[in-house]
């Protein structure tokens, strides 16, 4: 069936039209005459069959139905736009993935890793993007997704990859000279905004008293509490897969027990099953796959 869809020219002269809220500016930035936007818009409303614009005098008025259309416009066009400089930088005998993820597990676990995977297959480039809920992963645009476990991806094809288990970190200057549960207490606690119960939980597992628990500085990331911790602001729970390479630099340090539950769990999300997933997908799979494995 013929799609309706607009002429690529109509569509790209309405969106700077209604992001200028004028024709004449939207004239400039095209490089064509205010007539010719005003040609363009008339022959968009006529295929519509709707007003895009009201025209008074010589100004210009965008109606509700066109500032709805305008945001939608945008964001195919924003796309589009994207999708074709992908495309145009991608290599001839390459392929591209484009991966949503959580954005403190990318830059702490996954990026760091990368090159691992780059040196297995140089042809394949990932793009990566950031997504703090589910989402349906069909018709996305991305080829897979890492994320925590959740019942939202039912229906997906879902690997376990990773576990994550809190600890207490702190700058070492902060307990130098004093280590110990009663250490614990006294130090200021950073906590993650979307777990305020955590530090409270921590001590239920491991015994160790907490006097008002839910008192400290919050931050909305664990990657944002790392650099706290870091910057020496107090002591930060966070999931040990975040935090070994400052462990064992020495730039961290973990006097305490790590908590005894599992707080989350990481999983590869796939649209379909690997076996019907192309070749390139299946290739990142299977390396993230040997990562979790191995690290």
């Known amino acids: 069936m013929r799609r309706k869809i607009p002429s690529n020219t109509a569509l790209t002269a309405f969106e700077a039209a209604a992001r200028h809220g004028s024709f004449a500016r939207a004239a400039e930035e095209l490089s064509l005459t205010e007539g010719a936007i005003s040609r363009q818009i008339g022959r968009l409303e006529a295929f519509l069959d709707v007003a895009l614009f009201e025209r008074i005098g010589n100004r210009v008025r965008l ?132 777990n305020p119960d955590a530090w409270q939980r921590y001590s239920q597992e491991t015994g160790i008293p907490l006097t008002h628990p839910a008192i400290g500085a919050r931050y909305d990331l664990h990657g944002m509490s790392i650099e706290a911790a870091l910057a020496g602001l107090g002591v930060a729970l966070v999931p040990r897969l975040y935090v070994e390479t400052e462990l064992a630099q020495g730039r961290l340090v973990t006097p305490w027990p790590e908590g005894k539950t599992i707080a989350k769990s990481f999983c590869l999300v796939l649209p379909e099953p690997m076996g019907l997933s192309g070749e390139p997908i299946q290739s990142f799979a299977q390396w993230i796959l040997d990562e979790a494995k191995n690290g």
């Open 63 to 194: 109606l509700p139905n066109g500032e709805r259309y305008a945001a939608q416009v945008r964001e195919v066009l924003d796309r589009l736009d994207r999708d074709s400089q992908y495309l145009m930088g991608q290599p001839s005998d390459g392929a591209s993935l484009d991966i949503a993820t959580i954005p403190t597990f990318a830059m702490r676990w996954l990026i760091p890793r990368l090159s691992r995977f780059r040196e297995k297959h140089p042809n394949i480039t990932v793009h990566l993007a950031e997504r703090m809920d589910p989402f349906v992963l069909a018709g996305s645009g991305f080829d897979a997704a890492i994320h925590f476990e959740h019942p939202a991806w039912t229906g997906m094809r879902t690997h376990h990859l990773l576990n994550e288990v809190l600890v207490p970190v702190c700058h070492p200057e902060l307990v130098k000279g004093t280590r110990g549960a009663t250490t614990l207490d006294a130090l200021p606690r950073l906590h993650r905004r979307q």
